[in-house]
């Protein structure tokens, strides 16, 4: 049977999607849509600061959850969700959307067949503009441009190392036009994880690019250096750039149209002749399969985005200290 109910803290807005996607049931509140007989699996695409309470209806009440990055803004509530999960056996994920990417995947697999040999380092930064930084912040103060957007570069870079727990982060920031904004954020930051195997991998992120920077999303770069070889992964999509008199809306702020964008640079993927292409889509097909047909998926599990969210938090105190954090972190 198929159904979709759909739920939003604006009632109009969850409305409107379900008739976008053919929902049978629309809601402003979201235990009442999980509670619904007919679901058998929830996607929680809440605000960072507000996962929790959805996933642990959705577990209490046995059905599967796809939640999106990252699992909690707190070690406290990532581990009160992973005490659920596991107490009841719950078929969780978390959606890390760079393991969808299909640059990332041929990645992943060339490092399977050990073309690259050992990994010993590895590199990957990431650009985008203030508009989009001061509206997560605007969301939650605690979703930082670390924790809520480098955690997509963290996750990936440890996927695909191949799963050694990160032992060391060393870290600096700079401060300037988010604080200006009222945030007490920096602007730009860089981190060196050293992770228990000797790998050593280099993490920058600036959201403080001008308001009209082209790209709609992440505009990333990404190195995977190895004993026999080497992987570029050149993510910017500066090759594909349009400039449009009408404007195009910002995919995370349709509100600020821009004039000149970076095509396919928007992180969840694009509408294309009336269906949706790109990481978002893939993940949740891929976890879909997984349900429906066992299909194996390479979705983050909830011990690995709660290791991902410790390293964020680890960037985030060690830029404070001013001196490097070793894992595990205090509670």
Not at 233 to 238: G, I, K
Not at 303 to 313: C, D, Q, S, V
Request: with cysteine; net charge negative; proline share 5%.
């Amino acid at each position: 049977m198929r159904f979709i109910a759909v739920s939003d803290r604006e009632p109009e807005r969850a409305k409107q999607l379900a008739g976008q996607v053919g929902g049978e049931v629309y809601s402003g509140d979201n235990l009442e849509v999980i509670s619904r007989p007919e679901v058998n699996a929830v996607i929680v695409s809440t605000s960072e600061g507000e996962h929790m309470a959805p996933v642990l209806e959705a577990i209490r009440q046995g059905k599967a959850v796809l939640v999106e990055k990252p699992i909690a803004l707190t070690l406290a509530d990532a581990d009160a969700m992973l005490e659920a999960i596991e107490k009841s056996g719950a078929r969780v994920h978390v959606g890390y959307s760079r393991r969808y990417k299909e640059r990332y995947l041929i990645a992943k697999e060339q490092i399977t067949q050990g073309r690259i040999g050992r990994i010993t380092g590895a590199a990957a930064r990431v650009y985008n503009s203030r508009a989009q930084a001061l509206a997560i912040l605007k969301r939650h103060r605690e979703a930082t441009p670390v924790v809520d957007a480098l955690t997509y570069y963290v996750d990936l870079m440890s996927w695909l190392q191949g799963g050694s727990p990160l032992a060391e982060v060393y870290a600096r920031g700079q401060k300037g036009i988010l604080k200006e904004a009222g945030y007490d954020v920096d602007d730009v930051s860089w981190a060196v994880f050293t992770y228990a195997d000797g790998t050593v991998i280099n993490l920058g992120i600036s959201y403080a690019l001008p308001e009209k920077y082209p790209a709609r999303g992440h505009a990333a770069r990404v190195e995977v250096l190895g004993t026999e070889g080497v992987m570029i992964l050149d993510d910017d999509h500066t090759d594909q750039l349009m400039y449009t008199e009408k404007g195009i809306p910002h995919v995370y702020l349709p509100d600020q149209p821009v004039n000149m964008v970076f095509l396919q640079s928007g992180t969840p993927g694009d509408w294309a002749l009336g269906d949706f292409w790109g990481p978002i889509a893939n993940e949740t097909r891929a976890w879909l399969d997984h349900l429906s047909m066992g299909r194996p998926c390479v979705l983050a599990t909830p011990r690995e985005a709660r290791a991902t969210l410790e390293a964020t938090l680890a960037i985030e105190h060690s830029m404070a200290a001013r001196r490097p954090v070793t894992l595990p972190l205090a509670r």
